[in-house]
Nanobody, 124 residues
Framework: QVQLVESGGGLVQAGGSLRLSCAAS????????MGWFRQAPGKEREFVGT????????RYADSVKGRFTISRDNAKNTMYLQMNSLKSEDTAVYYC?????????????????WGQGTQVTVSS
């Protein structure tokens, strides 16, 4: 069973940066692709970005492209989300997720495992 634990959320001013971490445990073959999603109050959960096993392929939502960067360190079983130039509209609970698919996945139904989420609040 894969377990995911996010950390690194907090309060930051607009224009600032945060780095989220997602620590994974469980069979590595069960999580070749990992991703980040977020859910703002009153809104549906939305895709942020995804990364393949090697880290050589990533894909991002248009709203974060050029500002957010996903990376992973498989030796540490950890995925990261570096968030720069944060905006108030980035305020949300951020979730990491793991997929058993071998291709980049941008929809949440393709992910089998989810973390509990970490709050990111950007003040304007």
């Amino acid at each position: 069973q894969v377990q995911l634990v996010e950390s690194g959320g907090g309060l930051v001013q607009a224009g600032g940066s945060l780095r989220l971490s997602c620590a994974a445990s469980g069979p590595t073959f069960s999580r070749p692709v990992m991703g980040w999603f977020r859910q703002a109050p009153g809104k549906e959960r939305e895709f942020v970005g995804t990364i393949n096993w090697s880290g050589g392929s990533t894909r991002y939502a248009d709203s974060v492209k050029g500002r957010f960067t996903i990376s992973r360190d498989n030796a540490k079983n950890t995925m990261y989300l570096q968030m720069n130039s944060l905006k108030s509209e980035d305020t949300a609970v951020y979730y990491c997720a793991a997929s058993r698919q071998f291709f980049l996945a941008i929809t949440d139904e393709l992910y089998s495992y989810w973390g509990q989420g970490t709050q990111v609040t950007v003040s304007s």
